[in-house]
């Protein structure tokens, strides 16, 4: 069965520091792959994926990912973080197969910025 | 603009009584969902629905019901089955198809238990 863990539950970071978030996956076929951002009390905000192709993603707000099969990771990074991108983060990893498309939500990391 | 709407933003339940959460969206997807979300404990499935009049099943369906009359519409009654309902609820949409995945979500509603 497909799972997906974000072992880092808090991260926190300086404001203008680097910033990599990581995610593993569980999967037995090529994998598609999602990076979500959740603001307090909102909803989800699709911030890049990986179907297939290069494995370096580019996404929304300066975040890219990089899709490494070797070590089944979808590692999220940012090069230097602003105050409002504290927020919590969330990987998923892709199941389809016909009408059973669905996919699994990692239990999300929680980024704190400092001033 | 498009977007998905949930309603009421905060609810609240009496012990034994069924209620019922609105999702409505106007961005034309034939795929909606419902997911629970529960401090660190990411988002879980609780029922998807890619065409209108039928829907399927997710991880946490039990104490939980939906219908799809109309593409636009994908309500959630939380039943008096389901006896720890105190969660935040998102609704999802996206487009079916070999990349299908929620696309977008709604800004979620809170329910709580008096």
């Known amino acids: 069965a497909q799972s997906v863990t974000q072992p880092d539950i808090h991260i926190t970071v300086s404001e203008g520091a680097s910033l990599e978030l990581r995610c593993n996956y569980s999967?037995?076929?090529?994998?598609?792959l999602f990076w979500y951002v959740q603001s307090p009390g909102q909803g989800l905000q699709l911030l890049l994926k990986?179907?297939?192709?290069?494995?370096l993603v580019q996404g929304i707000k300066g975040f890219e990912a990089e899709f490494k099969r070797s070590q089944s990771s979808f590692n999220l990074r940012k090069p230097s973080v602003h105050w409002s991108d504290a927020a919590e983060y969330f990987c998923?990893?892709?199941?389809?197969?016909?009408?059973?498309?669905?996919?699994?939500f990692g239990k999300g990391t929680r980024l704190h910025i400092l001033p | 603009d498009g977007g998905i709407t949930q309603s009421p933003k905060y609810l609240f339940r009496k012990e034994g009584q069924n209620v019922t959460l609105s999702c409505e969206q106007n961005?034309?997807?034939?795929?909606m969902y419902w997911y629970r979300q529960d401090p660190g404990q990411g988002l879980r499935l609780i029922y998807y629905?890619?065409?209108?009049?039928?829907?399927q099943k997710g991880d946490i369906a039990e104490g939980y019901s939906v219908s799809r009359e109309k593409k636009e519409s994908f309500p959630l009654t939380v039943t008096s089955a389901q006896k720890n309902p105190t969660a935040f609820y998102l609704c999802?949409?996206?487009?079916?198809?070999?990349?299908?995945?929620?696309?977008?979500f709604g800004d979620g509603t809170r329910l709580s238990i008096l």
């Open positions: 999967y037995g076929a090529t994998p598609y």
């Open positions: 629905s890619q065409i209108v009049n039928d829907f």
């Open positions: 990986y179907f297939s192709g290069d494995t």
């Open positions: 998923a990893v892709g199941s389809v197969r016909g009408r059973d498309d669905k996919i699994i």
């Open positions: 999802a949409s996206g487009v079916v198809g070999s990349n299908n995945q929620p696309q977008h």
């Open positions: 961005l034309n997807h034939d795929a």
